[in-house]
């Protein structure tokens, strides 16, 4: 099929077209120079186009997921999805598979990436991913507390370290590094916490310094596309900026090298907001967002995303067990706990965010301290969905960043007087443009993740993924920007036209990414003796049945690497 889009309004910030009137070309779900006089004419006129969404963080697939979906039938009777065509869903915080590749799809969304891999319940998260259309997706696999990883760095053993990251994303068919509250949640399985980045880990006497910088020399090493992906210690907890600024830090040095896309960094903070509390206790809480983004500001190693309060009843979920449980301690609501064998755990527990709530209100502030006073090239526009509020909301967070009149609305009028005292909101008064906006939700993020050769921007060669949103340039109002980016007025899904005028006119099924990266020889066989020793004696399934099949995705899309360097 072929497509030209005419007489819209580009910005395209990998390309840097910023507010261009031109027309865009697609043929064969490629962007292409030019295509024949047959090809279907898209009318853009007064309309902006820009390359399709791509989420970096969120929480769509996978068994926390769908322990969040049983565990709140009452989330499940707030939004019904139900249109002509397409499969029924629901769920307004977890939302079903099908129902959250339509609802990505409205928004202009066309890649997604699953923020927390269990590898022991890789199936479970490629069965929905089966289930979700629209989007090409892929996922981050756990490491942060996984045996192998603690005791290989315990030993000072980087190569056999890294021939078992490379084992294991092969094996869960996973894209890259995921690190959550490292030692944290192994330590957790003891009913314990770390809570500095030099407290040792019980048993594996292991500090989760070592395993932040141990796990970025590995990433190197194999030459990932993407950084390692860090939620670091001491999530959620008054006083935890120092934590986030030591992590950041503890990295710095460490060259990237990787061997696929064009990423610079070697650090992704994820969920910032969280990790930017000042004070000793929620009394005296206070936000250090500022503080947070001058620190980005000044240093090139790293990336981070917000992980924006958006004020709603939501549904927790993270694989740091114990904050979850210090969660549940703190509202009294549900909670569910898992311990995964060998490799992690998880908790799930609903919240919601009162805008009249003075920590909450404050917490909607910190996210956007952090938004205001950061370089647009360093951040990236998420919520932790559905941790800090759903994804369906990413318009709603572009219209508080592109409208001060509107956010102060919020500031003044709808949340706590602790948003205006303890922040730093009141006093900015910039205004997101359109370029930056498709920045930290579209070209930011292809280029962390190694994707930004194919994704990301509407150069020639690129995949044909492309949103066009009905909205002047120079709009203010809030609710129409906020309405605009909610539902796209068309949306191009691998040269294929499956939304229009915001409504899904076509179920597609996109690619699941994955990184299959080839060591030594002699390296991978020194960890199958470890791996076939650990899975006897430990683990409850035979290491033959671990490997996630062929048969669990679409269609797959594998990125390979040659490591056989390490030796």
């Not at 004419?41 to 902006?48: E, F, K, T, W």
């Not at 694989?319 to 301690?329: F, N, S, V, W």
């Not at 080839?518 to 076939?532: G, H, R, S």
């Amino acid at each position: 099929m072929e497509y030209i889009i005419k007489n819209g309004i580009v910005y395209d910030p990998l390309n840097g077209i910023n507010g261009e009137k031109m027309d865009i070309c697609v043929k064969d779900g490629k962007i292409v120079e030019k295509v024949s006089e047959n090809a279907k004419i898209i009318d853009a006129s007064n309309c902006v186009v820009m390359p399709g969404g791509i989420d970096s963080h969120t929480h769509v697939a996978g068994p926390k997921v769908n322990v969040g979906r049983m565990f709140r039938p009452e989330d499940s009777k707030k939004e019904i999805y139900a249109k002509k065509g397409l499969r029924t869903g629901t769920g307004f915080s977890v939302p079903s598979t099908y129902k959250t590749g339509y609802q990505y799809s409205e928004m202009g969304y066309t890649t997604v990436f699953e923020a927390a891999m269990p590898p022991l319940l890789a199936r479970h998260t490629h069965e929905e991913f089966i289930e979700t259309p629209q989007v090409d997706k892929g996922v981050l696999t756990l490491f942060g507390n996984n045996w192998f990883v603690l005791e290989y760095l315990k030993e000072g053993d980087i190569k056999k370290c890294a021939a078992y990251v490379a084992w294991l994303l092969k094996a869960t068919r996973g894209f890259a590094i995921k690190i959550v509250n490292p030692g944290g949640t192994e330590a957790w399985g003891w009913g314990k916490n770390v809570h500095s980045l030099d407290d040792p880990v019980p048993y594996f006497d292991i500090t989760p310094r070592e395993i932040v910088r141990g796990l970025c020399e590995v990433n190197e090493l194999l030459g990932l596309p993407h950084s390692i992906h860090v939620h670091p210690n001491n999530l959620g907890h008054p006083g935890n900026w120092e934590t986030t600024l030591e992590t950041m830090d503890c990295v710095k040095g460490i060259k990237a090298k990787p061997k696929y896309g064009e990423r610079e960094t070697i650090y992704y903070n994820t969920h910032v907001q969280f990790h930017s509390y000042g004070g000793t206790s929620w009394k005296d809480f206070v936000s250090k967002g500022l503080e947070i983004a001058e620190y980005v500001n000044k240093n090139d190693h790293l990336v981070v995303d917000v992980g924006q309060i958006t004020l709603d009843e939501t549904t927790t979920m993270t694989a740091d067990g114990p904050m979850e449980y210090d969660l549940h301690m703190t509202n009294g609501l549900k909670w569910a706990n898992c311990d995964v064998e060998l490799e992690t755990g998880s908790g799930v527990v609903p919240f919601i965010y009162s805008p009249k709530g003075p920590v909450y209100a404050l917490q909607w502030a910190i996210g956007l301290d952090i938004f205001l006073n950061i370089d647009t090239d360093k951040v990236l526009l998420t919520t932790d969905h559905p941790n800090a509020g759903p994804f369906t909301r990413y318009p709603r967070i572009i219209a508080w960043l592109m409208s001060k009149k509107y956010r102060d609305e919020w500031l003044y009028n709808k949340v706590h007087k602790w948003a205006q005292q303890r922040s730093h909101v009141a006093d900015s008064d910039k205004e997101y443009d359109l370029y930056e906006i498709a920045k930290v939700t579209r070209a930011n993020q292809a280029k962390v993740l190694g994707l930004s050769k194919e994704k990301g921007h509407l150069g020639i060669g690129a995949d044909a993924d492309i949103a066009i949103y009905e909205i002047n340039p120079e709009e203010k109002d809030g609710k129409k920007i906020e309405r605009a980016f909610r539902y796209a007025k068309y949306v191009l899904k691998g040269g294929k036209l499956v939304v229009k005028d915001g409504n899904v006119v076509k179920e597609i099924f996109g690619d699941t990414i994955y990184v299959d990266v080839k060591v030594d020889e002699t390296l991978e066989q020194e960890i199958m003796k470890d791996l076939k020793e650990k899975f006897t004696k430990y683990y409850s399934v035979n290491l033959d049945n671990y490997p996630v099949t062929e048969e669990y995705a679409n269609s797959w899309k594998v990125i390979k690497i040659d490591a056989t360097d390490i030796t």
